[in-house]
């Protein structure tokens, strides 16, 4: 019984001593610009007071690669996506800078996908393949491929240090139960759900891993396990995998659901893209 | 020449004279070691930058020997003194003979 007990509470020291440290009192300053790595959680997460931005979760090497463009690894892939905005491919003859004279003309943009138009959900990656396909001639990108992702970070990129605001009313409304449900919904072998480690748990070590909130404000993000950039459904078929569940497909709209409801989660979390996680 | 090769080098505008300054360069490149094979088990041939060198002013700052370990966009941080105000030249030499070539001007404040 004492024994226990002592289990118990070096169990709940471990817990606070995690979230101190991930609660830490640091600044995320990119290029000398200070970016707010916390906010109060939006309204309807009700088991949270305040949101984290993964950074804070990470240590203190892969927190510093983020705060300079040059160390941070996922400039390479962003100026491969400059190059891309300004390569003409397809029938039509055209590129991106064809239309969109700047990359800068879509700042505002990232903070606000995913986003409804016509009743459909659309991701970010979905408005540069429609531009593709039907604009350019040309053939969709893979949704998480190279090309994509080196896209997606240039346009997001645009507006680091905007506040998230994703709209989650009206047309977003039943998308946004949607994801909320899957959030929620265990699945796989272990029986988890998105919740339980990321609501739960987050702060606390997953063997190795420091957990997060699973906040999508810096995607896509460059990993250091891969070392490229990752698109957040991309990460959701990692997380699913890891709770041995069979992944939904990246762009359906189980993830597109998903990915609105965490955008959404993150409400008021400033944009980090492209950000550095391990 | 290997594609998608692009020199990244970052020196600060100004210096004091005879300050030592950090510099950060970043080569984008495969970095192809020679000892992995494709799917039909042929070795990929080798392709990698074999060699790196600064010059300040034509002096020579490092010069650097590059071997297939090296994994893909080598990244070097080195400091240098900088006695005067002048140019520094950065050179990459791949294996199938291309050279990139970057330069970077710094001034006395």
Redesign the interface.
């Given at each position: 019984m004492e024994l226990k007990t002592l289990l118990t509470s070096v169990a709940i020291v471990g817990f606070s001593a995690g979230l101190v440290s991930a609660q830490a009192d640091v600044t995320l300053a990119v290029e000398g610009e200070v970016i707010s790595t916390s906010a109060s959680a939006p309204a309807f997460a009700e088991n949270l007071d305040t949101v984290y931005s993964g950074w804070l979760f990470r240590k203190l090497e892969t927190r510093s690669l983020q705060m300079d463009d040059?160390?941070n690894?996922a400039f390479?892939f962003v100026?491969?996506g400059i190059d891309l905005f300004e390569k003409v491919d397809g029938t039509e003859g055209k590129a991106c800078a064809s239309c969109h004279e700047d990359v800068e003309d879509f700042v505002g943009l990232r903070p606000a996908m995913p986003r409804v138009e016509d009743g459909t959900l659309v991701t970010m990656e979905n408005l540069v393949n429609e531009c593709r396909t039907e604009r350019m001639g040309a053939e969709p990108w893979k949704y998480s491929g190279g090309q994509m992702t080196a896209m997606t970070a240039l346009i997001g990129l645009q507006s680091r240090g905007m506040s998230i605001n994703v709209a989650v009313d009206g047309d977003a409304a039943p998308f946004f139960e949607r994801g909320k449900d899957l959030y929620y919904q265990r699945v796989g072998q272990l029986d988890m759900s998105c919740s339980n480690c990321h609501e739960d748990n987050y702060g606390v070590m997953i063997r190795a891993d420091h957990l997060s909130q699973g906040q999508i404000n810096g995607f896509p993000a460059y990993r250091l396990k891969n070392?490229k950039l990752n698109s957040a459904h991309a990460r959701f078929k990692g997380c699913m995998k890891n709770i041995r569940a069979t992944p939904y497909k990246e762009g359906g709209d189980e993830f597109k659901a998903l990915e609105l409801y965490l955008a959404a989660r993150g409400n008021g979390l400033s944009v980090e893209t492209p950000s550095v996680r391990n | 020449m290997a594609k998608g090769v692009k020199p990244r080098v970052k020196v600060p505008k100004t210096a004091a004279a005879g300050e030592t300054i950090t510099i950060k360069t970043l080569i984008s490149h495969k970095m192809e070691s020679g000892r992995r094979k494709d799917a039909d088990g042929n070795f990929i041939p080798r392709s990698i930058i074999n060699r790196f060198v600064v010059d300040f002013n034509d002096q020579n700052v490092i010069d650097v020997t590059l071997e297939p370990a090296i994994s893909t966009n080598p990244y070097f941080q080195f400091d240098a003194v900088v006695p005067e105000a002048g140019e520094f030249k950065f050179t990459w030499y791949d294996d199938d003979g291309s050279v990139y070539e970057t330069s970077k001007k710094i001034k006395i404040a």
């Open positions: 040059f160390d690894p390479v100026d491969k070392a | -």
